[in-house]
Nanobody, 118 residues
Framework: VQLQASGGGSVQVGGSLRLSCVAS????????MAWFRQAPGKEREFVVG????????VYPKSVEGRFTVSRDIARNTINLQMDNLKVEDSAVYYC????????????WGRGTQVTVSS
């Protein structure tokens, strides 16, 4: 398994969750990694990307200021801290990896469900 995501769950509006995605060392140290999400009946949405050098993509307006991506080098893990969650954040969240930021994503982890209730 190249990518393994975890950390989803159910929270109330305003709550927080932290998603984690463990990658193989090769992927973590060379690939561009990202988080996506997909809600029922909607297209998959890019949430945020992170390069090995630490550069982070622009967050979409829908999550800007509430979500923060980070890398744990010691654990080959990319994290997504989600604060002040909203009902519309409910989705299956996926981590993915691409050779470069402008390349197709080659590796996908199993999704982890995030449910935010009012």
């Amino acid at each position: 398994v190249q990518l393994q995501a975890s950390g989803g769950g159910s929270v109330q509006v305003g709550g927080s969750l932290r998603l984690s995605c463990v990658a193989s060392e090769e992927i973590f140290r060379t690939y561009y990694m990202a988080w996506f999400r997909q809600a029922p009946g909607k297209e998959r949405e890019f949430v945020v990307g992170s390069s090995w050098t630490g550069r982070t993509s622009v967050y979409p307006k829908s999550v800007e200021g509430r979500f923060t991506v980070s890398r744990d080098i010691a654990r080959n893990t990319i994290n997504l801290q989600m604060d002040n969650l909203k009902v519309e954040d409910s989705a299956v969240y996926y981590c993915a990896a691409a050779p470069r930021s402008n390349a197709d994503f080659e590796y996908w982890g199993r999704g982890t469900q995030v449910t935010v209730s009012s």
